[in-house]
Structure formats: structure tokens, C-alpha cells
């Protein structure tokens, strides 16, 4: 039988009491042990089949609702590079069980669909393609679409470097003007400048001289269990140079360790003393219920070298290459999470008593596209004691020209004993602060 006979036979009609309906069509057989063409089968069943029944649970971007001219609404169905589809599996859910048998007989398999390079795993068992990736691989194959994949990538990664490089440009031009409006006709070096713009509406911004500024900041970190630790910070900025210092002011767990002497409430005098190759800066740091206290930085007097900047086209390409690496961690993670275990559950009741281990996800990310450096950092479940959770952080770094992502530290623990920790504080070329439960740390990256 044709392929066109085949996929008008594919369903047929069904009758209960007054109601008509489309079934599998069971006396059919159409299994396809050639994926590509069990695909070139499901895209002309789509075609042929999408506007008579839905043929999968996420399947309403092939139409829309739109107004006519007497303003009735009507259905209108939209080009077909634009249709997506999405199922979960396993799942009872209706639209998913069509996909499920719909799948399930044309390849024989979903999981050999859901090995496609054009579906996607979005997580919590739900698969998703588009047609047009679907229909390139139906007509050209594996790798065609496979690089249309990747050239639509690297497209999608262009246009955002661009976009995010223009406003930069344009926030950086506001805060120098706002700069220029606040400290008037102080000399701030070129170096120097380039540091602050980003604190320019930070009111605790000092021009020491020249080359020399310092400011304060904060931050928080919290966790699912325990309560909100409160840091403050004092930067400081010596021509290309910057280092940081932070004081723990409010504890996580328990009041009674709060120490809000620590805390900063402004800055007081600054001495910047030079000798030999070093400078040294006393900071003054101000609280106004506990007293002052000082706090000093060095740096060397050195020329640093110039750190190269990336152009447009090189940002996108490691924006893709980032994004790239992300998606590859991700999937391993996501793959290893589907043949964990079940722990007893603590929150949600659930019929067995038991529930799934928590999904992989990116805790954070901070992405430097101009220097082309990266990091992010990922969250998992690896393991329980009853309905206790132990969770890991994972720190990975991509820099431009490495052809390989970098996993640097990584921390894990049990929730009921405080859990992981692990945050990016700063980040440049040549390395990358973090919190971690022992405090500060610094990594090289060179």
C-alpha cells in the first residue's frame, strides 16, 4: 500500500451514541524500522491529520484564535514552520497517550523517536520537536538537520550578542554621563572608569583619586532549609586592579550568632599609601551603632596587561558554545536523574508514600561574553537518607578558545545539616570568587 493510502487509513472513524471520533486505525500496520522514514510517515500524517484531531497534547500552536472583520472569532491555522509539538512520557494524560500510541506505531518504539536529534528533553518527562527540524530531517537526513540545528543556533546566539552588546553600550554611556553628573570634573583614569560605570548609582561610591575608588555592597544567600544569611562588602578599585572583602552580619540558622557589628553602614576616611611597588589603602568602615573599624587593601603598582575583548561575532560564538556546553551537562544530569530512586516524601502526599528525586537544574550563571569567560552552576539530588534530600553544586567553567567545559569544585550535603553551598561572587578573566560553607575562595583559571 502507498504511503498516502496508508496515512489516510491511519485513523478511522468511530461512532459512541451520538458522538464520532478518530481511533488508531488497529488493522493498520505501518511500523518503520528506517527512522528517517518513520519520520517522512509522521510528518504527512501530521499534515494530513492535524486539523481533523489533535495528535498530541501540546499541539495548539498550529492554530490560533483570530478576529474577522465582523470581530467573531475564528480558527486560523498557521504556516506549518511554525507548528510544535510536545508530549510527556510516561503519562496518563490524554493528548499524551495519542502521542504515545501514535508513536508507538510508527516506530515501533517512542524512545526511538525521543533518540531523534530534533526532539528535545525539557525535563519532568516532557519531549518536544518542531516541524520544520522534523521535515529537514524527513528530506535530508541525520546530519542536515543536525547543522541546520546548529547554524539556527549559532543565528539565534549572533543576534543576541548584538542585542546584549548594544546595551551594554547604552548602559555604559548612561553611567558615565550619570558619573560625570556626580563627581563633575574629578579625574578618574581611564582604567578606573571602566571598573565603576557599573556602581555609578551606587550613593556609597567614593573617588579616592585618580586611580583609586571604593564602594560598598551586600548580597544574600539562602537555601530550602534554614533562613536568609546577610553579607556586607567593600570594593575596591586601584586603576585595573579590584579585590573585595565581605563580613557575615546575620547568620542563616540562628539569631544568637548574628553579628550586626559587622555590618557596613558607610565609608568613613580612606588613606592610600605608596611605597616602593605597592600601594596600600585603609578603608574607615562605618557603623553606626557598634562603632567604626578600618580595613586595608594592597595592590602591586603595575601596568596590567590589557585583557583582549571579543567581537560580536566571536561573543556569539561562544554564547552558542556556552549554551552549547550548558545543554550537554544538563542532559547528562537529566539522564542520570531518570534511573535514580524514589524517597520516602515529606511534603506532598503522594499514593505510594514515595516520590521522585528532585530534577537537575542551573542554580546560577554569570556569563562574561566580552572577556570570554563563563560559568554557571548545577543543582542535584545524588542521594537520601529516608526523607532527607543530599543535594550537590557543581561550579563548570567555559572559556573562548577551550574546546571543553571545565568542572572546577563542587559542594554537597544533606538539607537537614544545612545542605550545599556555593555561590559566584565575581568573576574575570584569570579567575573566579566564590562562597562557599568555608568562606571565601578564589579559583585560577589560567
Known sequence: MKMSKKVEKFFVEMTEGNEAYYDLNNKLSVKCEDKQLGVQFLVEVIRFWHMKKGLFCGDGNTWDWKKDDEGKRQKVYQPENEWSFSYKTPS???????????????????????????VTFRGDRLYAFRFDLMKCYAEKGHDAVVELMEAQK???????????????????????????????????SDDLYVQITKYAENSSLVIVDK??????????????????GYYDQIR??????????????????????????LAI??????????????VSIEIELINNKYGNRSTTFSFKQKKLAEVPRLSVDDQAKFQAQVEKEIELV????????????????RVMPTSSGYT??????????DFRLEIGVAVFVTEEQIDHRASDPQIRYELFVVKFGEEKVRRVTEDHGYESEGGAFLAVLDLNSEQVVVNTKSGKATILLT
Open 236 to 261: 575596591v578599585f586601584y586603576g585595573q586592579q579590584s579585590n573585595m572583602q565581605e563580613w557575615q552580619w546575620r547568620d542563616r540558622y540562628s539569631a544568637s550568632k548574628d553579628r550586626p557589628s
Open 211 to 228: 586611580d583609586t575608588a571604593v564602594v560598598t555592597d551586600s548580597r544574600s544567600d539562602w537555601g530550602s532549609s534554614g533562613g536568609i
Open 92 to 118: 496518563d494524560c490524554g493528548g499524551c497517550v495519542r502521542g504515545q500510541e501514535l508513536l508507538d506505531k510508527i516506530f515501533g518504539s517512542r524512545r526511538i523517536f525521543n533518540s531523534l536529534p530534533f
Open 154 to 188: 549559532q543565528e539565534r546566539a549572533r543576534k543576541k550578542a548584538e542585542e546584549e552588546a548594544q546595551k551594554q553600550q547604552t548602559l555604559h554611556e548612561e553611567q558615565k554621563a550619570k558619573l560625570r553628573e556626580r563627581f563633575g570634573d574629578a579625574e578618574i
Open 265 to 278: 553602614h558607610g565609608i568613613g576616611k580612606v588613606d592610600v599609601a605608596k611605597k616602593e611597588n605597592m
Open 356 to 365: 521522585s528525586y528532585r530534577q537537575p537544574s542551573i542554580k546560577q550563571t
Open 330 to 345: 544538563m542532559s547528562e544530569l537529566n539522564r542520570l536523574w531518570e534511573c535514580k530512586p524514589e524517597m520516602l516524601s
